[in-house]
């Protein structure tokens, strides 16, 4: 029996047995991981890893960087996916000229026990937060997130600055964002696999409902958003990802970006959706095999200078 080419590594829901068949079928062989306390002599058995657990299970961290360093291609790559966040996210997608809500990173709360005295926060300026100038530079109503988020993770509207203030004081040593809520009149959600293949699906975030409709977009609102998608998961360097827009007055604003684990269970997504991701997926990883690419091992992108300056 040939080597395994492909390792699934998540749990067992819709979208990795589906993977595991698919591939299959196409003449990869497919396997879930299995991996046990790993000696630096052994080498990782697979050429691609489909990853899809690894930022809740720490231990499967350490072994994705070593397989990437030893040439396996792991989507989505460790390097970058573990050391994200969704403030540089932001400044990242100005820079390549999307649209972004105004965004103000506000320290944490609360500090653990490595903060000794009241003088090892002096960088701050004032541990008092100046929330006038805040709401000057943001305005209400407003988000107020984790800059590190997944999932809607403690994400808040706030209508009000008490309210603001009362939902701050309780989120303990998170880093939090404040960010322009947009009124939207449409709202966007995009798969986009291999930083070339992308869906844009209309969504509504209050119901976290997908609406299955193939003209919600105009022509040049939709060339506009894949544009932006392309553009983000390019220099991000994302082989699996979702990106939202929040649309204001024809203009789609980048909301989230930083999903590369979206859930994509049939039952949510649709099964029409769940059948391009399932192809687009098996597409990607027969390129990657085909074409013998490499895992970047460094923390930036190899895309992002190039990216970015021509912008």
């Given at each position: 029996?040939?080597?395994?080419?492909?390792?699934?590594?998540?749990p067992?829901?819709?979208?990795p047995?589906a993977?595991?068949?698919a591939?299959?079928?196409?003449?990869l062989a497919?396997?879930?991981?299995?991996?046990?306390?790993?000696?630096?002599?052994?080498?990782?058995?697979y050429r691609?890893?489909?990853?899809?657990?690894?930022?809740?299970y720490e231990?499967?961290?350490?072994?994705?960087?070593v397989?990437?360093?030893?040439?396996?291609y792991?989507?989505?790559n460790?390097?970058?996916?573990?050391?994200?966040d969704?403030?540089?996210n932001?400044?990242?997608?100005?820079?390549l000229?999307?649209?972004?809500?105004?965004?103000?990173l506000?320290?944490?709360r609360e500090?653990?026990?490595?903060?000794?005295?009241?003088?090892?926060?002096?960088?701050?300026?004032?541990?008092?937060?100046?929330?006038d100038?805040?709401?000057?530079?943001v305005?209400?109503?407003?988000?107020?997130?984790?800059?590190d988020g997944y999932?809607?993770?403690?994400?808040h509207?706030?209508d009000?600055r008490?309210?603001?203030?009362e939902?701050?004081?309780?989120?303990?040593?998170?880093?939090?964002?404040?960010?322009?809520?947009?009124?939207?009149?449409h709202y966007?959600?995009c798969?986009?696999?291999?930083?070339?293949?992308v869906?844009?699906?209309s969504y509504?975030?209050?119901?976290?409902?997908?609406?299955?409709?193939?003209?919600?977009?105009?022509?040049?609102?939709?060339?506009?958003?894949?544009?932006?998608?392309?553009?983000?998961?390019?220099?991000?360097?994302y082989?699996?990802?979702?990106?939202?827009?929040?649309i204001?007055d024809?203009?789609?604003?980048?909301i989230?970006f930083?999903?590369?684990?979206?859930?994509?269970?049939?039952?949510?997504?649709?099964?029409?959706y769940?059948?391009?991701?399932?192809?687009?997926?098996?597409?990607?990883?027969?390129?990657?095999?085909?074409?013998?690419?490499?895992c970047?091992?460094?923390?930036?992108p190899?895309?992002l200078?190039?990216?970015?300056?021509?912008?």
């Amino acid at each position: 029996m040939s080597k395994p080419l492909v390792g699934i590594l998540g749990p067992k829901n819709a979208l990795p047995e589906a993977l595991v068949s698919a591939l299959a079928k196409r003449g990869l062989a497919a396997e879930w991981c299995q991996i046990e306390p790993w000696s630096l002599s052994r080498r990782c058995p697979y050429r691609v890893i489909i990853d899809r657990i690894s930022h809740v299970y720490e231990f499967y961290r350490p072994y994705l960087k070593v397989a990437a360093l030893q040439g396996c291609y792991v989507m989505n790559n460790p390097f970058w996916f573990l050391s994200d966040d969704k403030f540089f996210n932001y400044a990242l997608a100005e820079q390549l000229g999307v649209s972004i809500p105004r965004t103000v990173l506000l320290p944490s709360r609360e500090y653990d026990e490595r903060v000794l005295e009241p003088e090892d926060l002096h960088n701050l300026g004032s541990l008092e937060i100046d929330w006038d100038s805040v709401e000057r530079q943001v305005g209400l109503p407003a988000i107020l997130k984790p800059y590190d988020g997944y999932g809607w993770r403690e994400v808040h509207r706030v209508d009000h600055r008490d309210q603001l203030i009362e939902i701050y004081n309780d989120s303990m040593m998170d880093v939090m964002m404040l960010q322009e809520f947009i009124e939207f009149e449409h709202y966007v959600r995009c798969f986009v696999v291999g930083g070339k293949h992308v869906l844009p699906t209309s969504y509504d975030p209050i119901q976290r409902r997908y609406i299955v409709d193939h003209d919600h977009l105009s022509p040049a609102l939709g060339e506009r958003i894949v544009s932006d998608c392309l553009k983000l998961n390019q220099a991000l360097g994302y082989d699996i990802n979702t990106v939202e827009f929040a649309i204001r007055d024809g203009v789609p604003y980048a909301i989230d970006f930083m999903n590369p684990v979206p859930d994509a269970r049939p039952e949510v997504i649709s099964w029409l959706y769940f059948s391009w991701l399932i192809d687009r997926i098996c597409d990607f990883v027969e390129e990657v095999i085909r074409e013998d690419r490499q895992c970047a091992t460094h923390l930036v992108p190899r895309s992002l200078p190039s990216v970015v300056s021509s912008h």
